[in-house]
């Protein structure tokens, strides 16, 4: 299980809730994930998975779109999920946050667990298990509201905030996380929509942090951004990485490069190879992973 030791910048308790209800399980499967015990993986290797995925299977309608994915996940580092289109990146991302329950006709099988824990299990509330696995589009999209109120949205439906002072300081110290801070703190007011593409992305990651995530999974966040706006996100990326489990799916391999520490590559819904960045990219074991990462497809 991830103790989060105090001072490490999360306030939270020490275990991944998402339930008021006990987890009764609905599916059987093992209680905890398997450590990451992969050579190569720098300071990674032993460290326990945030997330653990064991024979995920997605299927919309009659299609299926993922075959039996298994992977580990560790906390306080940046996965980057790559692979040519259409081979279920995005998919075994929405499972993580449960964004497929949303999406009528698709179906989930499997055990993905985050602390070892059952995301699927019954009595798990989605709505609160999407507040610790937060998620960043492609697409900034800041709600028409004004800067605060976007970072406020979260903390107020959720009733994290005992006064008004309360909420300043969730929304000051949430665009501080995002970097954002210094160039709106006089313009807080104003519409979220005025800012800048880059400037609204980390609005939204703003957002996202504000409800104390864990897990942060981010779907090409850069891919609407112009080469400037998209460095300061990655830098973001790299920052955030001390305090939270990221996923990020990118179409960039040099993005994946830049700013993750694992790789899992995806070829037509089927998880192909996962290790350290640096191996996938430099030795990679499958000549599919060899193919794609030298353009020979994609
Ligand atoms: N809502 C949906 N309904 C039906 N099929 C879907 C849906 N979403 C995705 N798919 C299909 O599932 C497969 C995997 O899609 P997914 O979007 O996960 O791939 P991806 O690797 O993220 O692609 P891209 O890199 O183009 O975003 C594709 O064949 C896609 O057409």
Redesign the pocket.
């Known amino acids: 299980m991830g103790q989060v030791t105090a001072g490490d910048g999360r306030e939270k308790g020490s275990e991944m809730e998402f339930s008021s209800a006990g987890s009764e399980r609905s599916t059987p499967g093992p209680t905890m994930v398997a450590p990451i015990v992969r050579s190569g993986a720098g300071t990674l290797v032993g460290a326990a998975a945030k997330v653990g995925a064991r024979d995920v299977n997605v299927f ?2 009659d ?1 299926q ?1 993922l075959f039996d994915v298994s992977l580990d996940i560790p906390d306080r580092a940046v996965t980057a999920f790559i ?10 991302l929405r499972c993580i946050n449960r964004m497929n329950d949303t ?1 009528e ?2 179906k989930v099988s499997g055990t993905l667990q985050i602390e070892g824990k059952d995301a699927y299990a019954k009595g798990v509330d989605p709505v609160v298990l999407r507040t610790r696995v937060g998620m960043v589009f492609q697409k900034p999209n800041p709600f028409p509201k004004s800067i605060y109120d976007n970072v406020a949205y979260g903390p107020r439906i959720h009733g994290m905030a005992k006064s008004k002072s309360d909420m300043d300081s969730i929304v000051e110290k949430s665009l501080k996380r995002a970097g954002l801070w210094e160039e709106v703190k006089d313009r807080l007011a104003q519409p979220g929509t005025g800012l800048s593409g880059g400037q609204q992305q980390r609005l939204v990651i703003a957002r996202t942090v504000a409800v104390n995530p864990d897990i942060i999974l981010m779907d ?1 966040p850069c891919s609407a951004l112009d080469p400037i706006a998209t460095a300061k996100i990655e830098e973001l990326i790299d920052e955030m990485r001390e305090n939270y489990c990221i996923i990020i ?1 990118t ?1 960039s391999m040099a993005q994946a490069a830049r700013v993750s520490q694992r790789t899992a590559f ?1 070829h037509l ?1 089927k998880l192909v190879e996962t290790g350290a960045t640096e191996e996938i990219f430099t030795n990679p074991r499958d000549s599919r992973t060899q193919d794609y990462i030298t353009g020979r497809f994609g």
């Open positions: 919309y309608g299609k779109a692979g040519p289109s259409g081979c279920g990146k995005t998919t075994f999406i006709g698709c090409e799916v179409h995806f819904g």
